[in-house]
């Protein structure tokens, strides 16, 4: 058969599906309106809310340290930000009740990450947790992100359509796991194989006379950030070619209401909660998002983002030079995004000139849902031996997620225990470690959360700082390895955002930020124990496994041979607490001055 014959039946299949969705709806809606006995308001056009939610990561509880805070100013005695804690999914579930109660044409909505780098609460369970928190509160439809792939397609296939983990089991007596009431959209994720997507593609719902069509996608980069195990036989498809094709079959089944729901983002340039992206008359976003919202078909009416933990709400022009509009809700679920849809009943679209959107606070002071609280409090009755088990003490607070400079003390601490579980001669002899920074999910609070105690870090708090279990790899790199690996963090793919790795005691380098691309790490600057490394010399380094394997745009470390694999990142951590702190003698914070940065 020839590509343009395959191409041709892939097309006709597709548009089967998406009207076999809008015939299952359409079965639905007949039934409820004759239940009713109501017809259409005479108005030709109404109001349709959208309720936007991304990258809660699984945060049932209140999110802690830097983590539970939304910036809503900037201070202007001292320039610095002013914020307010937010989040916890009861309370989420309160506000998100209150706000449908104010216009039943609503409709919750997320862009991914809803699981994945989860707290233990979550995370000890494969997330089962979120997912039933998620069918309390009210979530119509989600995207898949890069975070639904950490424990690949068979979890993510386990999520949505229910039964107990293959390993771990039911975890509660004669109770299996039901699985997501709301579909999870993965339109550019692809079997290798067949080339179909693995699950749902688009979502089209039906709001009380009103069609929209929902395309979900998670950013085309997804195998970069996600274990190669994780995404074992899958595609990733282009964003843009993806959503104009599925935008063209919603329209051939006669949905012209059409909202992308996207698993990338951007940074604002303005931290605060509900930063308008327009308001100075340029556009104050940057990143992949910007591309993407352009070239997306002039049909698609918004654009609902997330993966950056960004807040913004902005009008970027489509191909035909048209406002519209892309959010996204920072994360962690300190915040959700109400959307304010115009729904022409006679064109069967969204009048664009009218559309609206503002992030809300998820108010600490909220009165948390009964029935979601107490989902919680059951699943925390399960994890409490686990979690609340004490594994080290502090002096005051280790910053990493929360860090406000490219070396965090966190990342020391992890990087020094990666090194130490590594450094035996029958370990792996280790004289370097490597950490990604994005793997470091949050800090360690000195102020106690749960009654555990002032300085005290909880094996739950260690797990919501490294919750992958990624297993250390040690490996052999060429000294020039050890230099490229340095210099991808500024250039190749990390160029536009530079990454810079956490790095072990011993290791030393220079960063010339007025430099560009690799340029920017200093020649002759990077030292091991006060000596230059040499590029011909060869070195014992270890990284987790998702960065030995060449993660977040490090291809350097592939080149590494005589590997050896040793204990979890998260064992390293606990083990290194354990050795290294006592009520008695508290672990100091790091310095974290392993790094130089010239400005």
């Known amino acids: 058969m020839t590509g343009t014959r395959r191409r041709s039946r892939r097309l006709m299949a ?12 359409a079965a639905t809606i007949g039934t409820a309106a004759a239940a009713s006995g109501r017809g259409p308001a005479p108005d030709p056009t109404m109001n349709v809310q959208l309720l936007a939610l991304n990258d809660l990561h699984g945060n049932l509880e209140d999110p802690q340290g830097s983590a539970a805070n939304i910036t809503t100013g900037i201070d202007p005695a001292t320039g610095k930000p002013v914020t307010v804690p937010a989040g916890g999914v009861a309370r989420l579930a309160t506000q998100l009740r209150e706000a449908r109660a104010k216009n039943p044409n609503s409709l919750t909505v997320a862009a991914g990450d809803m699981i994945g780098a989860s707290p233990l609460l979550s995370g000890l369970f494969h997330d089962e947790p979120t997912i039933e928190a998620l069918n309390e509160i009210g979530l119509d439809v989600t995207s898949v992100g890069n975070h639904e792939f950490d424990e690949g397609r068979a979890e993510l296939l386990r999520m949505q359509n229910g039964g107990c983990h293959p390993t771990d089991g039911c975890y509660a007596p004669g109770r299996t796991f039901s699985g997501a009431k709301f579909p999870y959209l993965a339109a550019n994720v692809l079997d290798e194989k067949t080339g179909w997507p693995i699950m749902a593609p688009v979502s089209i719902k039906y709001v009380n006379g009103a069609w929209i069509g929902f395309i979900g996608m998670t950013l085309e980069g997804t195998p970069d950030v996600v274990t190669a195990e994780g995404v074992k036989g899958l595609k990733f498809e282009d964003e843009v070619k993806t959503a104009n094709l599925y935008t063209k079959l919603l329209k051939a089944v006669g949905v012209k209401s059409i909202v992308v729901l996207l698993h990338e983002g951007g940074m604002p340039t303005s931290g605060i ?27 698609i009416d918004a654009v609902v983002t997330g993966h950056t933990h960004q807040s913004y709400v902005c009008n970027i022009p489509d191909p035909k030079g048209q406002p519209r509009l892309v959010t996204s809700g920072a994360s962690f679920g300190r915040l959700y995004t109400e959307i304010n849809l115009t729904y022409d009943k006679r064109t069967r679209d969204i009048v664009r000139t009218q559309v609206s959107a503002v992030n809300r606070i998820v108010s600490r002071n909220t009165t948390p849902a009964d029935d979601v609280r107490t989902l919680i409090e059951n699943w925390q009755k399960l994890a409490a031996p686990v979690g609340n088990r004490k594994v080290g003490y502090i002096q005051g607070d280790i910053l990493g997620r929360g860090a406000p400079t490219s070396e965090s003390p966190m990342g020391d601490l992890i990087s020094d225990a990666q090194l130490e579980a590594t450094a035996a001669a029958d370990k792996g002899a280790a004289q370097i470690a490597f950490m990604n920074p994005g793997g470091i999910r949050s800090d360690f609070q000195f102020k106690q959360a749960n009654g555990e105690g002032d300085g005290v870090v909880t094996y739950a708090e260690a797990f919501t700082v490294q919750p992958f279990t990624n297993m250390m790899v040690t490996q052999t790199l060429t000294g020039q390895a050890v230099l490229d690996v340095l210099a991808q963090q500024v250039s190749g793919g990390n160029e536009a955002s530079p990454r810079y790795l956490q790095i072990s005691k011993g290791l030393t380098y220079t960063v ?78 790091p310095v974290a001055d392993r790094i130089t940065f010239l400005r």
């Open 14 to 25: 597709l548009t089967a599906f998406v009207a076999a969705s809008l015939v299952s709806s």
């Open 273 to 299: 909660y509900n930063y308008d992206c327009n308001a100075g008359g340029s556009l104050g976003l940057s990143g992949p998002v910007v591309d993407i919202a352009k070239n997306l078909d002039p049909e």
């Open 512 to 589: 010339d930020l007025k430099q560009t691309g690799a340029a920017r790490i200093v020649a002759g600057s990077v030292k091991l124990n006060g000596e230059p490394i040499d590029p011909a010399r060869t070195y014992r380094v270890s990284a987790n496994e998702f960065l030995a394997a060449g993660g977040d745009g490090f291809p350097a470390f592939k080149t590494g041979t005589a590997k050896l694999n040793g204990v979890s990142d998260l064992d390293a951590l606990t083990a290194y607490l354990a050795a290294h702190s006592s009520p008695d003698a508290p672990l100091a914070v």
